[in-house]
C-alpha cells in the first residue's frame, strides 16, 4: 500500500533546530510537500519540491529559517527547521502529489498521519 510516515517530531526550545523526515512507500511521487495545522487554526502549506528537486516553494512565514529537500534513491523527503519559534508549533504533515498538476499548495493525493511539533519559549 502507499504509506507517508513521518518522523523526528519533538519538545525544542525556542531558536533551536529540529529536523523532520518523511519515508514514502508503495509508489514514487512527483511534487512533495510539508504542511502544518495549529490548534484552533487551518492547515497551511509550509514548503513543497519538485520531482527532481530543482524548484522549491516556502511560505513567508518560513522563508530563510526551513529548508525542503528529497532523496529520490531512498523515497524520503526532509525539512530541516531552524530558529523555531513557539508560533512554529503544530502538527506537521508529509503529503505527496502522483503527478505534478495544480499549484505548489494544493492538489495532494497522498497523506502521512503527521508529527508533533512544540517549541516551547
Same mark, same amino acid.
Given at each position: 500500500?502507499? =504509506?507517508?510516515?513521518? @518522523? #523526528?517530531?519533538?519538545?525544542?526550545?525556542?531558536?533551536?533546530?529540529?529536523?523532520? @523526515?518523511?519515508?514514502? @512507500?508503495?509508489?514514487? +511521487?512527483?511534487?512533495? #510537500?510539508? +504542511? /502544518? =495545522?495549529a490548534p484552533g487554526k487551518e492547515r497551511e502549506s509550509v514548503a513543497a519540491i519538485s520531482r527532481t528537486g530543482v524548484n522549491t516553494y516556502?511560505?513567508? @512565514?518560513?522563508?530563510? /529559517? +526551513?529548508?525542503?529537500?528529497?532523496? $529520490?534513491?531512498? $523515497?524520503?523527503?526532509?525539512? =530541516?527547521?531552524?530558529d523555531l519559534t513557539p508560533e512554529d508549533t503544530a502538527v506537521y504533515y508529509c503529503a505527496g502529489k502522483a503527478y505534478s498538476i495544480g499549484t505548489w499548495t494544493n492538489g495532494y493525493d497522498y497523506w502521512g498521519q503527521g508529527t508533533q511539533v512544540t517549541v516551547s519559549s
Amino acid at each position: 500500500q502507499v =504509506q507517508l510516515v513521518e @518522523s #523526528g517530531g519533538g519538545l525544542m526550545q525556542a531558536g533551536g533546530s529540529l529536523r523532520l @523526515s518523511c519515508a514514502a @512507500s508503495g509508489r514514487t +511521487f512527483s511534487t512533495m #510537500g510539508w +504542511f /502544518r =495545522q495549529a490548534p484552533g487554526k487551518e492547515r497551511e502549506s509550509v514548503a513543497a519540491i519538485s520531482r527532481t528537486g530543482v524548484n522549491t516553494y516556502y511560505a513567508d @512565514s518560513v522563508k530563510g /529559517r +526551513f529548508t525542503i529537500s528529497r532523496d $529520490n534513491a531512498k $523515497n524520503m523527503v526532509y525539512l =530541516q527547521m531552524s530558529d523555531l519559534t513557539p508560533e512554529d508549533t503544530a502538527v506537521y504533515y508529509c503529503a505527496g502529489k502522483a503527478y505534478s498538476i495544480g499549484t505548489w499548495t494544493n492538489g495532494y493525493d497522498y497523506w502521512g498521519q503527521g508529527t508533533q511539533v512544540t517549541v516551547s519559549s
